[in-house]
């Protein structure tokens, strides 16, 4: 059985909260979410990734508010009473604590080991490997109890736009800097 992989992701253009395939509808974003002219490296495709991991034994819940103090650092562990460490593997992150992701993304929590899980996939058509998730295995290595919080800046032309996202555990998705 799999356990809890949380994502929140933070896309600079839509807002879209949603758990288990219920979500908010058409959003308007306003002008003053924009970023400043000059502050976002728009030479640098791709996303930034910060992944933080429990212990194995966690077993920890799918749900938001779960995956938001276990990125906040405060979620507690009952055992200890003190957060939870992080055992996400950062020895390839950046000093901010965030991988880079240049390409799209497609992540399953078992890749290292040659899972196959989702609608795309080695031997999907059209075949779209499965990437293992940055960090993972962690350093006890194992593949559960993760939340993931990925950060882009988008760049769109005024009117409606549509957006994916495909989660077995739920994601969250809002705008603003």
């Known amino acids: 059985m799999r356990n809890s992989i949380g994502m929140r992701y ?10 288990r ?8 974003i306003p002008s003053n ?10 030479g640098a495709p791709g996303f930034k990734v ?25 979620l507690i562990d009952p055992l200890t009473g ?17 991988f880079i992701e240049p390409d799209v993304i497609n992540y399953e929590q ?9 609608n795309f996939h080695a031997f999907s058509s059209p075949p779209f490997p499965d990437d293992p998730i940055p960090g993972i295995p962690g ?11 990925i950060l882009a800046f988008l760049e769109l032309a005024a009117g409606k736009h549509r957006f994916g996202v495909n989660s077995d555990d739920g994601f969250k998705l809002t705008i603003g800097i």
Do not use: C, K
């Open 110 to 118: 078992d890749a290292p080991w040659g899972a196959l899980a989702g």
């Open 33 to 42: 979410y924009a970023a400043p002219p000059g502050s976002v490296n728009t």
């Open 10 to 19: 933070f896309l600079f253009g839509l807002a879209l909260l949603t758990v």
């Open 50 to 74: 910060r992944t933080v991991q429990a212990r194995i034994d966690a077993n920890l819940p799918d749900r938001l508010a779960r995956i938001e103090a276990h990125l906040a650092g405060t």
């Open 21 to 28: 395939g219920v979500g908010l509808a058409q959003p308007v």
């Open 139 to 149: 350093i006890n290595w194992h593949t559960d109890n993760i939340s993931m919080e």
């Open 82 to 98: 003190l957060p939870y460490e992080n055992e996400a593997d950062l020895s390839l992150a950046g000093t901010d604590g965030y």
